[in-house]
């Protein structure tokens, strides 16, 4: 009986060094037969080096580079700050850049996946005249640099990989394979032209952050405080705008919203022109003073 019983223990030590053998072997044959491009596609990525960020598209290219610690974007010769949040997403999406699927390995269908390198061709125009002509990405063409000049990364954003934006295609500059990647990388690399990527924030004020408004203007100046109110009946309180001068009063609440709505994402539409003098604006004169 004893004999029998370590025997059938024997069996099962066996039959359990059988199935740890034939599951490592598994992992191992999956390994080997896995695409070397699967996985992050830029693992040694220093984001912390990066001083050059190069956006190239149809349209022509975007320059956003770093000095003395300040990132500054191009736009038509003049230097402009950069929107920093844009940046610190781009390093955090390309540090984490993945994919997750082998597309293609055919350069062929590099213009249908919108991650073809720009390219040389010619053109003929009326007067029968053959001119040389650049035909750009039809997605956007990444190029990220180091301080010392190297390249950190180059790649290319497609187009979307699912209808649900849930996926972009993209295709390292140095290979003609086409991957998918998870996420709607577009709005990450491909926001526009120049202007897209400039600082262009007034302010970014919650409206629980606000306690008065003051705006002055050439007829006079009135008063918005946010004050605490008792209802006398239930002894409630509540936050309300009132107004403090030059009349004393509640203020309209649609309106109201519609101003801290205003400050909470003020945002410009562009750098005007560089003009020597502020006078030129109208500053000198202002329509209005606005303290919050």
């Known amino acids: 009986m004893k ?3 370590i025997l059938i223990l024997f069996i099962l030590f066996i039959a359990l060094g059988f199935a740890v053998w034939l599951q490592e072997q598994s992992v191992e044959r999956k390994a080997e037969y896995s695409p070397f491009e699967i996985g992050l596609l830029f693992p040694e990525l220093d984001p912390n080096r990066i001083t050059s960020i190069v956006l190239g598209s149809f349209g022509g290219d975007v320059t956003i580079s770093k000095e003395n610690d300040n990132w500054l974007v191009e736009d038509e010769g003049q230097l402009y700050p950069a929107d920093m949040e844009s940046i610190d997403r781009i390093f955090g999406t390309t540090s984490e850049l993945e994919s997750i699927q082998v597309v293609s390995r055919n350069p062929d269908n590099h213009i249908d996946f919108k991650v073809n390198a720009p390219m040389e061709s010619h053109i003929t125009d009326d007067n029968g005249e053959t001119r040389a002509f650049t035909m750009g990405t039809m997605g956007t063409e990444v190029q990220l640099y180091y301080d010392d000049g190297t390249e950190a990364a180059h790649f290319f954003v497609g187009k979307n990989g699912s209808m649900d934006f849930m996926t972009t295609y993209v295709r390292k500059a140095d ?5 998918l990647a998870p996420g709607y990388l577009k709005m990450i690399y491909g926001k526009g032209d120049a202007t897209a990527w400039k600082d262009l924030m007034v302010c970014s004020i919650t409206p629980e952050q606000i306690a008065s408004i003051t705006v002055r203007q050439n007829d006079g100046a009135f008063v918005l405080e946010h004050v605490i109110v008792t209802d006398d009946e239930t002894g409630a309180q509540d936050m309300v705008w ?15 919203q ?5 400050l909470r994402h003020f945002r410009a539409t562009d750098f005007a022109d560089v003009q020597e003098d502020p006078a030129q604006y109208g500053f000198d004169e202002p329509a209005a003073v606005v303290s919050v």
């Open 242 to 256: 009132m107004m403090t001068e030059p009349d004393r009063g509640r203020v309209d609440s649609a309106n109201m």
């Open 3 to 5: 004999n029998k019983k």
């Open 175 to 179: 290979s003609d394979t086409v991957l």
């Open 258 to 262: 519609k101003l801290t709505t205003l």
